[in-house]
């Protein structure tokens, strides 16, 4: 009954290649450093083998026995060159081997248990090493194309064409190239619609906290004065690229290990840490503000900072700071070394700072009112499991054994991935220490994790979050462009006579974490880099912030589902082009009608003009003329011919002879 | 927006990839998991592209095609013209007449730019004896990518006769009113009898039919035998009456051999040149002549239309009509094979049956 082979050719190798892309690109998802490539040849391979031979032999004890033999061989293999496998083969090897199979076998031409599976493989790939937005781009494209494809072979497969292979016209290629464009649209808009949706997993969210989190998810992630685990996923769980702090040194290249702090939180909370309380005072100069003198000890460095449209509000500030010149309109609390502009304020600023030899053993403690703050707990921590693990790491009090056990420690337990923390716990930074399995987090459970555990220990501390690492400028200056991909938190010890000392908890690979410059570049919006100083610069923002926003691709998915819905007027037939003549020949008509008429002979009503040629031949006026026009009337009105200068001459010569008739008699 | 004429249904590919899609959405809302998240959204933007490119204009389209006859099971080739008359093209669209295309392919249409006909051709087989005057006819797709299928019936104003399938009768029937193995004594051009094959000689049969020649060949009696002449005038009595006591919905199957029995034999006269006057018997019986083409077609059409009816006396001066003719066949098709109108018929009778198996 079905027979696929009557589809066009391309079309069978298009349903193939789109099935196999899927696949691939499914099983690029998987992270390389987790699942080699012997045990992913050792899971696929076996299954793609017994796909292909299924479709030699019929007989399924040899196919059984093939399967058997090969697996074991391909698992073998796989052991002896790279060792026991891993977790996220575990995790894999259960779905590669029929993936590949269903990938390969093709026999019903219905590639959907291989898309399936791909797309489990999929799921786990995004678990393991998080989502790549191009790989998943590529995943819905080639998906939808082979689901397209699988459609229109079935159509061949069930029903009869008498023209074999018939070639797709480019209005259908244009068809399914806008179709899959909107899959990917739909794709982006159900997760965006989704994420709209007031979730009974965030109902404990304040309405302040939804504001952060909503405030959160543009520019300012990550620089903002709220440092909240949930809610959007997390501070920094939406960077975007853009530009928004360059440094210069005056003297020297910028060290990649440069510290821009923004601001800090000091008050801790399980959930989320707030500032605190802030002493502010206007700036103490001009253009500028002095934080304290200059330290003999340290390395004096000036540095030039610039920056972008995205950070105006912000003051970056390196640690050790001494002065700040070249801003006015600051608010700054000096004690706190927490400063801000009052408004909107992109001016360039000069940053005198200190760079202080490592920390030594026993290092003093700043002592001062403000700082006892630095050493709270928050309300409701069970200190218990965190007691073990600082006895299990032997954290004393000593601020610089308590920062490189808790260093230790964490970079031991607990791995860095941009991902929130997963787990049986309610919440994350337990999830990030507690949890029995895979312990995962970013730079924030870091530093909130070693922050608690120095608090734990009186020694006082807070989150410092800025800028880390950077990219060095490509005019060679020795400058660094920060974006906000380069967000970073840490934790600032306060030390007498040093000011806050910086301690980075997170594994240095984690520090500040770029994406790839081909990814940066994609994401990086030229509209907010290069129009920083153009009069069109806000306009270009809002109109950016508009399509950025959350509701729109929902708004659009719901009013595109109603128009599909909604009922429509067929369409009318178009007018033929001969209709359009129809007026002029009917006025030559008549115009013929009058002359005979006052000739003596009228149509009678009713009488079609074939009868009325008729009578005049039967009263022998029937003159060629008035024949020919008669003819050339029905030819435009009933054949669908146009009524051209010749067929207007043939009337016209009908009148006139009709005319001469009155005239003879 | 359905019309009364078109559906939109999932196919078990759409409900399937629907409920995971409603499973990890659910599943996403109430944990805000980014990766079910991304899992409901890659399941649910096929369902939503294909719900919003389906095809919902199917209905929208005009079938011609010229009335037809034919036989019951009898294969033949639909020439009709579609025209689509929407705003945007049909693509891969699948066209099927359900009463005649039980076992036959659909036939796809990969375009159907509006208003633009296109000729296709069905390989259809009408099954059912019957006379319809629409032809129904059912447009569907699942075109882009199969979650979806509309489904649309579009009919014609055409007719269709489906006579009944023509049966094998044996050749005693319809030699019973031949003069069998005698010789023509007139010279008239209507057929028979003439030679029709050579059988073995029976010894009590008459010797003058024996063939010489053959007989010495073979070494064995040999004898002619012909086909009768037919006689000029046949009267045939078609009875659609349920015997009496019998319930409805039985005896459907002779009932349709009967029918095809009657087809059959009234060919076979027409073409043997007989005259043919057919008596039909239902609840108003009915008395055709049946000498022309013309006259064919009605019968033919009344035999597709046909069905058992109650039983009833016919009046003696009904049979009666059937005097002149000098061969009777009596069809009964509801069973009742001892009618009494059976003795009423003049000349000899016979009865036709169908053989057993």
Redesign the interface.
């Known amino acids: ?1 079905t027979s696929p082979d009557r589809a066009p050719r391309r079309l069978r190798q298009l349903a193939t290649a789109a099935v196999l892309s899927t696949t691939a690109l499914a099983l690029a998802s998987l992270p390389r450093g987790d699942l080699p490539l012997p045990w992913l040849l050792a899971f696929t391979l076996p299954g793609a083998v017994l796909g292909c031979w299924s479709r030699l032999s019929d007989s399924p004890w040899g196919r059984a026995l093939l399967a058997v033999t090969l697996q074991a061989t391909a698992c073998w293999s796989a052991l002896e060159l790279v060792g026991p496998m891993t977790r996220a083969a575990a995790l894999s090897c259960t779905i590669l081997p029929p993936l590949a199979f269903a990938t390969t076998r093709n026999h019903d031409r219905d590639p ?1 248990l291989a898309l ?1 599976l791909s ?1 489990c493989v ?2 786990v790939g ?2 393991l090493d998080g ?1 790549r937005v191009w790989l ?1 781009a590529g ?2 494209v080639t ?2 194309l082979s ?2 494809a ?3 072979l ?3 497969s ?5 023209r074999r292979g ?1 070639p ?2 480019l ?2 290629v244009g ?2 190239i806008s ?1 899959c464009l ?3 649209l ?3 808009a ?2 965006r619609a ?2 709209c ?1 007031p ?4 109902v404990n969210e304040s309405e302040d906290q939804r504001d952060k989190s909503r405030a959160s998810s543009r520019i300012e992630i990550g620089l903002d004065d709220t440092f909240s685990f949930d809610g959007a ?1 997390g501070v920094l769980s939406e960077l975007e690229g853009e530009r928004l702090v360059r440094a210069a040194d005056l003297d020297d290249a910028v060290t990649p290990a440069l510290y821009l702090r923004c601001g800090f939180f000091a008050v801790a909370g399980l959930r989320r840490w707030e500032i605190g309380p802030l002493q502010v005072r206007p700036q103490s100069e001009p253009d500028g503000h002095v934080f304290w003198r200059s330290e003999p000890r340290a390395t004096v460095h000036t540095l030039q900072l610039e920056r972008y449209a995205g950070a105006s509000k912000f003051v970056f500030l390196p640690p050790h700071t001494t002065r700040l010149r070249g801003i006015e309109g600051l608010t700054v609390d000096p004690a706190r070394e927490w400063i801000r502009p009052l408004g909107q304020n992109a001016a360039p600023y000069t940053v005198t700072w200190l760079e202080f030899p490592p920390l030594p053993a026993r290092a003093a403690i700043e002592r001062r009112a403000d700082v006892r703050e630095l050493t709270q707990l928050p309300k409701g921590l069970d200190r218990a499991p965190y007691e073990a693990l600082l006895n299990e790491w032997g954290v004393g009090r000593d601020p610089r054994q308590a920062m490189a056990a808790i260093a230790a420690g964490l970079a031991d337990r607990c791995r860095y991935e941009r ?2 923390p997963s787990g049986p716990f309610s919440q994350e930074l337990e999830n990030f220490l507690f949890a029995e399995d895979d312990r995962h987090g970013y730079c924030m459970h870091f530093a909130s994790a070693a922050a608690l555990m120095l608090r734990m220990r009186d020694i006082p501390c807070r989150i410092g979050v800025g800028l880390y690492g950077g990219e060095a400028s490509p005019d060679g200056s020795g400058a660094r462009i920060y974006g906000s991909q380069h967000a970073h938190a840490w934790v600032e010890i306060p030390i007498a006579r040093r000011g806050f000392q910086i301690f980075d908890p997170t594994p240095p690979s984690g520090r500040g974490r770029s994406v790839p410059a081909a990814q940066r570049a994609a994401e990086t919006n030229e509209l907010t880099a290069d129009a920083d100083d153009t009069f069109y610069a806000p306009a270009l923002r809002t109109v950016a912030d508009a399509i950025k926003a959350p509701w729109l691709l929902p708004s659009a ?1 719901l009013l ?2 109603l128009f ?4 429509r007027r ?2 009318k ?2 007018k033929l082009a001969a209709s359009q003549a129809t007026p002029k020949v009917r006025r030559a008509l008549q115009k013929l009608m009058r002359a005979l008429a006052k000739a003596g002979y009228r149509r009678t009503h009713g009488q079609t003009l074939e009868s009325f040629a008729d009578h005049l031949e039967a009263a022998g006026r029937a003159a060629p003329d008035v024949r020919a026009a008669f003819a050339a009337y029905q030819e435009v009105r009933f054949g669908g011919q146009p009524f051209d200068d010749d067929r207007a001459r043939t009337m016209a010569a009908g009148a006139r002879a009709a005319s001469a008739m009155r005239d003879g008699d | 927006m359905a019309t009364p004429n078109s559906s939109l249904e999932l196919t078990p590919r759409g409900k399937v990839v629907l409920w995971l899609a409603a499973l990890t959405g659910g599943a996403a809302w109430l944990g805000g998991e980014e990766d079910a998240r991304i899992a409901a959204a890659l399941l649910t933007a096929p369902v939503i592209v294909d719900f919003v490119a389906k095809q919902r204009r199917l209905h929208l389209t005009a079938v011609h095609l010229a009335p037809r006859t034919t036989m019951a099971g009898a294969l033949y080739t639909e020439q009709i013209l579609i025209e689509h008359r929407g705003r945007r093209p049909l693509r891969h669209c699948r066209l099927h007449e359900p009463r005649s295309m039980r076992n036959e392919l659909p036939a796809l249409l990969p375009t159907l730019t509006p208003f633009q006909p296109q000729r296709v051709e069905l390989r259809q087989r009408s099954m059912v004896r019957s006379h319809i005057i629409e032809r129904v006819f059912v447009l569907e797709s699942e075109w882009p990518l199969g979650m979806f299928a509309s489904r649309s019936i579009v009919s014609a104003a055409a007719t269709l006769i489906t006579e009944p399938a023509r049966v094998t009768l044996r050749a005693d029937l319809l030699e019973a009113g031949a003069d069998v193995e005698t010789a023509p004594v007139d010279r008239s051009l209507r057929s028979g009898p003439e030679f029709y094959a050579l059988r073995e000689h029976n010894m009590d049969e008459d010797a003058r039919a024996v063939h010489a020649l053959r007989s010495a060949t073979l070494g064995a009696l040999v004898r002619r035998t012909t086909r009768g002449r037919t006689p000029t005038s046949v009267g045939v009595v078609l009875d659609l009456r349920r015997a009496p006591g019998t319930p409805r919905g039985r005896g459907l199957r002779r009932c349709e051999w009967s029918l095809g029995a009657c087809a059959t034999l009234v060919e076979e006269l027409l073409r043997r040149g007989a005259r043919v006057r057919l008596l039909l018997i239902d609840s108003t019986p009915e008395l055709i002549d049946v000498d022309g083409p013309a006259r064919r077609a009605e019968l033919m059409m009344l035999l597709a239309e046909a069905n058992l009816s109650p039983h009833v006396v016919v009046p003696a001066e009904t049979v009666a009509e059937l005097d002149g003719m000098t061969q009777s066949y009596w069809i009964a098709a509801g069973g009742f094979a001892d009618a009494p109108e059976l003795q009423m018929l003049p000349g000899e009778a016979t009865v036709v049956e169908e053989a057993p198996a």
């Open positions: 009954m959907s399936f797309l999929l799921l995004i678990i989502l998943l995943y819905v998906s939808f689901l397209h699988a459609t229109l079935r159509s061949y069930v029903a009869a064409t008498g018939q797709r016209r209005q259908d068809a399914s179709l909107l899959c990917v739909s794709a982006v159900v997760d989704i994420t949706l979730s009974p997993s965030r996923g991902s929130t998915l595109t589902l599909a819905v909604l009922p067929a369409p037939r178009p």
